[in-house]
């Protein structure tokens, strides 16, 4: 009798174990993730305005290959990554930490597929904080450009 008990508490902690598996396992493989971003449609030329509204910004691309391309940005949108996205200059996922940029006027740096990533730059400077979180100032420059 005393060995029937202990089975049974044996196989009832190897079925709470077993459950426990399963829901880590589910957790894990449930669409946890954003939405997959809709690409850019946009691509711009050196020099040009785009955009209507009081506040305005000088916003450079430089590809991976050192190409840059400056464009004058003009919104009513308080925030830079606000207004690139308003014009559809740039594309990427909501995460943990703000907006994964994985693609900017039609040119995709994703670490995990190419080891490359927009590093986004303030007056020259590596920024603070993300394109999603930095407030337009006027006379500002920004930039994004594919690092490794």
């Known amino acids: 009798m005393k060995k029937t008990r202990m089975n049974r508490a044996l196989l009832f902690i190897l079925c709470m174990v077993l459950l426990a598996a399963a829901a880590l396992f589910a957790t894990g493989c449930s ?3 954003e939405e997959e971003y809709e690409p850019v449609t946009i691509t711009a030329k050196n020099g040009d305005v785009l955009g209507e509204g009081a506040n305005q910004f000088t916003f450079t691309v430089v590809d991976g290959e050192g190409n840059e391309t400056t464009v004058t940005v ?9 207004a690139l996205q308003e014009l559809n200059l740039i594309a ?4 943990d ?6 693609e900017v006027m039609g040119i995709r740096a994703v670490y995990e ?3 490359t990533y927009w590093a986004f730059y303030i007056n020259g400077e590596y920024g603070m904080s993300g394109v999603d979180k930095t407030d337009i100032e006027a006379g500002a420059s920004y930039a994004l450009k594919v690092e490794k």
Do not use: I
């Open 31 to 33: 669409n946890n993730a």
């Open 97 to 102: 930490y703000g907006l994964y940029v994985k």
């Open 74 to 82: 003009n919104t009513d949108k308080t925030v830079v990554g606000e």
């Open 113 to 115: 597929e190419n080891s």
């Open 92 to 95: 990427g996922d909501e995460g």
